[in-house]
C-alpha cells in the first residue's frame, strides 16, 4: 500500500541545520511531483518546497536561500536540506505526493528550533 515516511526531524538551536528524509512506497513515485509541507500549532498548513518529477524546485518566499529540495529516484527519497534555521520554522514537516493535487500524505517529523 501507499506510504510517505519522514525521518530527520528533531531540535536544534537557531541558525543549525537539518535534512529531512521522505521514503515513498506504493506507487510510482518517479512520476510524482513531490512537496513538502508544515504546520505549527494554532497555524494553517503551508508550503515549504516543490521538487517535480523532471527535478525542478519551487520554494516559498521564507525559504528560498535556506531551503534545498532534492530527491534520489533510485532510493525513492525526497530530501529538504533546511539551513540557518529560526524559531519560526520549528512546525510537523510533511511530505506529499501528487500529479494534479497531492494525493499521497506522510504522518510527518517534528522539527524544533529553538
Known amino acids: 500500500h501507499v506510504q510517505l515516511v519522514e525521518s530527520g526531524g528533531g531540535s536544534v538551536q537557531a541558525g543549525g541545520s537539518l535534512r529531512l528524509s521522505c521514503v515513498a512506497s506504493g506507487f510510482s513515485y518517479v512520476n510524482y511531483c513531490m512537496a513538502w509541507f508544515r504546520q505549527a500549532p494554532g497555524k494553517e498548513r503551508e508550503g515549504v518546497a516543490v521538487?517535480?518529477?523532471?527535478?525542478?524546485?519551487s520554494y516559498a518566499d521564507s525559504m528560498k536561500g535556506r531551503f534545498t529540495a532534492s530527491r534520489d529516484n533510485a532510493k525513492n527519497t525526497v530530501y529538504l536540506q533546511m539551513n540557518s534555521l529560526k524559531s519560526e520554522d520549528s512546525a510537523l514537516y510533511y511530505c506529499?505526493?501528487?500529479?494534479?493535487?497531492?494525493?499521497?500524505w506522510g504522518q510527518g517529523t517534528q522539527v524544533t528550533v529553538s
Open positions: 521538487i517535480d518529477s523532471d527535478g525542478s524546485t
Open positions: 506529499a505526493a501528487g500529479q494534479v493535487k497531492y494525493i499521497h
